[in-house]
């Protein structure tokens, strides 16, 4: 099911219709306009969902956009990855219950934790020195 | 009968004593799976409580589809104050359901907005690392029923940029034991049962410092240093990013955080994989009690909802 390569345009998720916008933008020669992406994805998308598609990216900052005589023409700001960047840190910043799902490497620290904290690594560092560690310790 | 047939309501109040033994004297391991067993009980027979309550304290109200039989004088009077209780259950029952229903639904809100972020980056189901310069770093699990998205580890460029190798490695061994051990079930029961009763909220905050460690013990195996995991946990906790609500987190200061209770157990030698302390030392005596006290509530709780139920179904004409 997930693994069909180009099913009905509907059945593909928002993020994945996003990121192949985005990789179309990345190929293209020059700035494209919004019909250039729609015929560069293959036809099976309506113009206005390109265009939709188009203007989500632009509310994200993923993409810039300039006014070319009737139309805009398009430039991607961040690739893939950024994007996924950007949807990760609005998730992280937008969902207050977050934590209860994704388990994080370290909770946030208090400044009376932070003190605790730098005493424990600095006995831990003077009790057993690790070569080539110290270095990079100081630089946190 | 009398006021035992609330004790299953009340009972989580020995979430909190209990919750501090286990940490102090059992590997994180059992104390995960301990808590999170007690927190299931204790949230359904409370559960239970309420719903027998209600039923019992508003059969007798006229127009509601009960049978007659529930309302029977006997049946009320087994249980004191019956009226009053009953329809205080009724508002409790509710929110406890609702508050349920909720969390279930942010949970699995967050868990797809999480994949469908990723849904971009390359390497499908392993590591998804993230160009961003704030440092962070997740397990996202796998979201039941669909293949397609298995659990994942996301990590920002700034973290990996500032640990060192040896740092990466403990760090995506904690992650990878949070996904291989399942931690997010334990997280999600323990978090359903607080949603139906709140007094079991002590449990939540432990079985979540307790899957943390039992990461971290697991890292540290894996790596074969604890002194090192230590170092990456501590390391990243101070370039990681700050509190989104600094004042509420660090009202009461001067209890140490997760964070330093954690290096300082990796720092500290190597919990005893036994799930038990030995019986002859006060903290096994300690144990014993607690559990033994543990069991006789339970055993009492359930004994209230269980006759609760019997009377309701010697009530029933059938």
């Not at chain 1, 992406?37 to 188009?54: K, S, W």
């Not at chain 1, 424990?120 to 560690?133: K, T």
Request: proline share 9%; hydrophobic share 50%.
């Amino acid at each position: 099911m997930a693994g069909k390569p180009f099913g009905n345009a509907r059945r593909r998720g928002q993020g994945q219709l996003e990121a192949q916008v985005l990789a179309a933008l990345h190929h293209a020669p020059g700035p494209p306009t919004a019909a250039w992406v729609q015929e560069r994805l293959g036809g099976d998308l309506a113009y206005t969902t390109v265009m939709t598609i188009l203007s989500r990216l632009h509310t994200k900052g993923a993409v810039t956009r300039e006014r070319a005589g009737r139309s805009y023409v398009w430039t991607p700001a961040a690739d893939e990855a950024g994007l996924a960047a950007l949807r990760m840190r609005r998730l992280l910043d937008g969902e207050t219950d977050r934590d209860a799902v994704l388990t994080s490497f370290v909770s946030a620290l208090s400044a009376h934790d932070e003190q605790l904290l730098r005493t424990l690594l600095d006995r831990a560092s003077a009790e057993d020195p690790v070569p080539g560690a110290d270095p990079e310790a100081r630089g946190g | 009968m009398g006021v035992f047939v609330f004790l299953p309501l009340v009972l989580p109040l020995t979430a909190l004593p209990i919750a501090k033994l286990a940490e102090q004297h059992l590997h994180p391991r059992g104390s995960t799976r301990l808590l999170t067993l007690l927190a299931a009980v204790l949230g359904l027979c409370s559960t239970l409580c309420l719903g027998l309550l209600m039923v019992v304290g508003t059969a007798q109200l006229p127009g509601n589809p009960l049978p007659d039989g529930w309302s029977d004088p006997a049946v009320r009077a087994a249980v004191p104050g019956a009226e009053i209780a009953g329809s205080a259950a009724i508002p409790l029952l509710a929110a406890a359901l609702t508050a349920c229903a909720a969390a279930l639904r942010r949970h699995l809100r967050v868990l797809a907005r999480t994949h469908r972020a990723l849904a971009g980056l390359p390497g499908g189901s392993g590591t998804a690392v993230l160009p961003d310069d704030e440092a962070y770093a997740y397990a996202v699990p796998g979201i039941p029923g669909r293949p397609g998205r298995p659990g994942r580890i996301a990590v920002s460029r700034g973290m990996l940029r500032s640990l060192d190798d040896d740092e990466r490695r403990a760090l995506f061994a904690h992650e990878r034991a949070h996904l291989r051990c399942r931690h997010h079930r334990y997280l999600l029961a323990v978090r359903l049962a607080s949603c139906v009763n709140p007094l079991l909220l002590p449990l939540r905050s432990a079985v979540a410092f307790s899957t943390e460690r039992w990461a971290d013990e697991e890292a540290a195996r894996a790596v074969g240093d604890r002194r090192l995991t230590a170092r990456a946990v501590g390391r990243a906790a101070l370039i990681a990013r700050p509190a989104p609500h600094p004042g509420l987190a660090h009202f009461a200061a001067p209890e140490p955080g997760p964070v330093p209770r954690r290096v300082a157990a990796l720092l500290a030698p190597v919990p005893p994989a036994r799930s038990w302390p030995p019986a002859l030392t006060p903290a096994g005596l300690a144990a014993l009690v607690a559990a033994a006290g543990t069991a006789a509530s339970a055993l009492s709780a359930l004994n209230a909802a269980v006759a609760l139920f019997v009377v309701l179904k010697a009530a029933t004409p059938l």
